[in-house]
């Protein structure tokens, strides 16, 4: 079974742009789960996704958003672009078949430099 | 790679010895926990889990140990090979929430 798969894997903006990193969950998997990994911030929860809708949000501005497709395919998106939004940004699935949690898997990661 | 710059807390073990690592979590609330090992230019992977309701539980080579009245977790690697250097992470959450929070990370560096 293939796992989690994020395009792109590098990827590099300047100040002001705004991107969509995409997330392609394990085959099965509906809930889809966004992180930022940082040398300073370690890794922190961006949000998750569950039958399209977001299910819960962790601490980050506005403009970081996400969405998820009936496939359970996800993107995230930020827009206005700044220097410390320079991160390894990692898509993690889950079932989410109901009941206790389940274990997340995550993918490779997509690797976001601002200039 | 994302974890160069930062000072982890770092164990250095020999090849064949055993690892422990240990992390402490915030939230008396949280009821589900899991261990992570991050590679150099890769996502976090899966290693072992545990729920509260446990104590003990035992994986390949691998034990996680959880002590609720500390908040204290650990991950005890048997015989530690090469391919165990990494980065070591726990994370905690609790029912009905996969909103995961990670611990700071350990780094393993196994000297063959």
């Known amino acids: 079974k293939a796992g989690v798969t994020q395009t792109p894997r590098y990827l590099i903006k300047t100040r002001g742009q705004q991107v969509t990193l995409s997330c392609s969950p394990i085959s099965g998997h509906r809930s889809v789960s966004w992180y930022q990994q940082t040398p300073g911030q370690g890794l922190q929860f961006l949000f998750e996704?569950?039958?399209?809708?977001?299910?819960n949000k962790g601490n980050f501005p506005g403009r970081f958003s996400g969405r998820q497709f009936s496939n359970s395919r996800s993107e995230m998106n930020v827009s206005t672009l700044e220097l410390g939004d320079s991160a390894l940004y990692l898509c993690?699935?889950?079932?989410?078949?109901?009941?206790?949690?389940?274990?997340?898997?995550f993918g490779p990661g997509t690797r976001l430099l601002v200039l | 790679g994302e974890n160069v710059g930062l000072h982890l807390p770092t164990l250095s073990v020999q090849e064949g010895d055993n690892s422990i690592i240990n992390c402490a979590y915030s939230n008396s609330a949280s009821d589900y926990f899991i261990w992570y090992k991050q590679e150099s230019g890769k996502g976090p992977q899966f290693i072992i889990d545990?729920?509260?309701?446990?104590d003990k539980r035992q994986g390949q080579r691998v034990t996680v140990l959880l002590n609720k009245t500390v908040k204290h977790l650990s991950l005890q690697i048997a015989a530690t090979q090469p391919g165990d250097s990494a980065v070591y992470f726990c994370?905690?959450?609790?029912?009905?929430?996969?909103?995961?929070?990670f611990g700071k990370g350990n780094q393993v560096v196994v000297i063959p």
């Open positions: 996704y569950f039958s399209e809708t977001q299910r």
């Open positions: 993690a699935s889950s079932l989410a078949a109901g009941g206790y949690q389940e274990t997340q898997y």
């Open positions: 994370a905690e959450t609790f029912y009905g929430n996969n909103r995961l929070a």
């Open positions: 545990i729920r509260s309701n446990m």
